[in-house]
């Protein structure tokens, strides 16, 4: 049975769940802080704890498959076995794997995420558009065949992006606003939302001078312990503020292995953004 668009899940999860995503990011440093060891079973007890404490109440889980990766197979297994606890249990995933190459190792990386009977199997996969933008068409073919969205990386907020981001091209435009542009091209006509976001950091302050009225979602990293709160949001997304996905990762895990503690770090944060957010 084929997947609605991905742009329709969110926005559904959104509506009913509240827009926050929290990270599942296994550093060897909340392992300790949890009491686990830096090992294949702290992970999967990390992982399980988080997703059994969130999955009935937030719209998304994003793993950061670097942390799994780290443990070679037995990790993988593990991101594996995360990735369909969390779909079962009614999330959707985004794996933050920011893949991008070109022709076939580009369709072979969108096949390991996006091909729904792969064992990593995601709702939407993080991906590098920086060998061109052209080089993301086999993940968007997939994605779109799948049901699967993209979340391409286009504003983010570590300070070294901006020397390629923010390189102005011949037609005067900055690299940031060019992903935009092909974006909102992918969802021209969707409704009611498109499957196709953008990266863009909620650390960057005034983004007026972008176009972020792509009709599709914006995760929006920094939030919590990386600076940025959820009353800044309107500020830095302005009108577009509706489509985006706050993600909050150490500042919901570094609550645990409490699993009431986990919940109520994270009703804190959805409450903080509901409240940040216009109404209607």
């Known amino acids: ?68 990766e ?17 779909r079962a249990a009614g999330a959707l995933v985004l794996m933050d794997a920011k893949r991008g190459d070109i022709g076939s190792t580009m369709a072979a990386y969108a096949e390991a995420f996006l091909r729904k009977d792969s064992p990593l199997f995601s709702d939407a ?20 065949e799948s049901g699967a969205g993209l979340f391409v990386l286009a504003l983010t907020s570590n300070p070294e992006g ?58 929006a990293p920094g939030v919590g312990a990386q600076g940025a709160t959820p009353a800044d949001l309107p500020r830095v997304f302005g009108a577009a503020v509706r489509n985006v996905v706050p993600n909050v990762s150490r500042g919901v895990l570094r609550h645990g292995p409490d699993v009431g503690a986990l919940r109520a770090s994270a009703d804190r944060f959805a409450d903080e953004i509901r409240a940040a957010l216009p109404t209607g």
Not at 76 to 83: G, H, P
Not at 126 to 143: E, F
Not at 206 to 214: A, G, R, T
């Open 162 to 219: 901006g020397e390629v981001q923010h390189a102005v091209r011949s037609d005067g435009r900055d690299v940031g606003a060019t992903m935009l542009a092909h974006l909102a091209a992918e969802n021209t006509g969707e409704e009611p939302l498109g499957s196709f976001g953008a990266v863009v950091g909620a650390t960057l302050g005034d983004l007026s001078s972008y176009d972020l009225d792509i009709n599709g979602p914006l995760l």
């Open 1 to 68: 049975m084929s997947l609605q668009p991905f742009g329709a899940r969110l926005r559904r999860a959104m509506d009913e769940r509240g827009p926050l995503c929290v990270g599942i990011d296994p550093h060897a440093s909340l392992l300790t802080e949890w009491r686990l060891n830096d090992d294949v079973a702290g992970l999967e007890r990390f992982s399980r704890t988080v997703v059994e404490a969130l999955s009935d109440r937030i719209a998304v889980f994003k793993p950061q498959s670097a942390f799994f």
């Open 125 to 144: 996969l993080t991906v590098s558009p920086y060998l061109g933008y052209g080089s993301l068409s086999p993940a968007i073919a997939l994605a779109r």
């Open 70 to 86: 780290r443990f070679g197979s037995r990790g993988v297994a593990v991101l594996e076995k995360t990735v369909e606890e969390a």
